[in-house]
Antibody
Framework: QVQLVQSGAEVKRPGSSVKVSCKAS????????ISWVRQAPGQGLEWMGR????????NYAQTFQGRVTITADKSTTTAYMELSSLRSEDTAVYYC???????????????WGQGTLVTVSS | DIQMTQSPSSVSASVGQRVTITCRAS??????LAWYQQKPGKAPKLLIY???SLQSGVPSRFSGGGSGTDFTFTISSLQPEDIGTYYC???????????FGGGTKVEIK
């Protein structure tokens, strides 16, 4: 049973960067795909991007292209999401989640990490 | 990008009542749609994938249907523990990307 445990809450200044970690256990990390999804306070869900550690290649939502970097460390079974040039609108809970696939078709996210609150404030 | 329009934005029903939520995609997504439940302060939980397949461990009162651009999610008999916000999510591979509906808040009357 895959479990995802994320790093703790962060408070950042506008213009800085934040790096959130997501440690996986109970599965075969290198062959899984891990996505990042964020949720601003009182708002809906927004997919940011994903990485498959075995391939080492990430792809990103257009909205975040150039500002987000998703990486993975196979030796520690940990995925990372770094968001730069932070602004107040980036205040949100950031989730990691495992891609569920049927064959090679992505069908959903399960499980999810517990979420990491990132607050951007001067 | 594929847009997902979910309705209603909120619904209030009595315990035991049937609740139905709809989700419309801006283009044909075949059956590549998932449904999630999110309780306050918690991460979303996958309930349905591929439009109508029930995720392991999810109660059978939850069901999904549809294909192409129009989808439905139904709770056949609403229970107190079902309160929360429900999201649809399209899961096409091309173009790569994932989008969610705006959510439906389910409350007990």
């Amino acid at each position: 049973q895959v479990q995802l445990v994320q790093s703790g809450a962060e408070v950042k200044r506008p213009g800085s960067s934040v790096k959130v970690s997501c440690k996986a256990s109970g599965g075969t990390f290198s062959t899984e795909t891990i996505s990042w999804v964020r949720q601003a306070p009182g708002q809906g869900l927004e997919w940011m991007g994903r990485i498959t550690p075995m391939l080492g290649v990430a792809n990103y939502a257009q909205t975040f292209q150039g500002r987000v970097t998703i990486t993975a460390d196979k030796s520690t079974t940990t995925a990372y999401m770094e968001l730069s040039s932070l602004r107040s609108e980036d205040t949100a809970v950031y989730y990691c989640a495992r891609d569920v696939v049927q064959g090679v078709i992505f069908v959903g996210f399960d499980p999810w990490g517990q979420g990491t609150l990132v607050t951007v404030s001067s | 990008d594929i847009q997902m329009t979910q309705s209603p934005s909120s619904v209030s029903a009595s315990v035991g009542q049937r609740v139905t939520i709809t989700c419309r995609a801006s283009q044909d997504i075949s059956r590549w749609l998932a449904w999630y439940q999110q309780k306050p302060g918690k991460a979303p939980k996958l309930l349905i994938y591929a439009a109508s397949s029930l995720q392991s461990g999810v109660p059978s009162r939850f069901s999904g249907g549809g294909s192409g651009t129009d989808f439905t999610f139904t709770i056949s008999s609403l229970q107190p523990e079902d309160i929360g916000t429900y999201y649809c999510q399209q899961a096409t591979n091309f173009p790569p990307g994932v989008t969610f509906g705006g959510g439906t808040k389910v409350e007990i009357k």
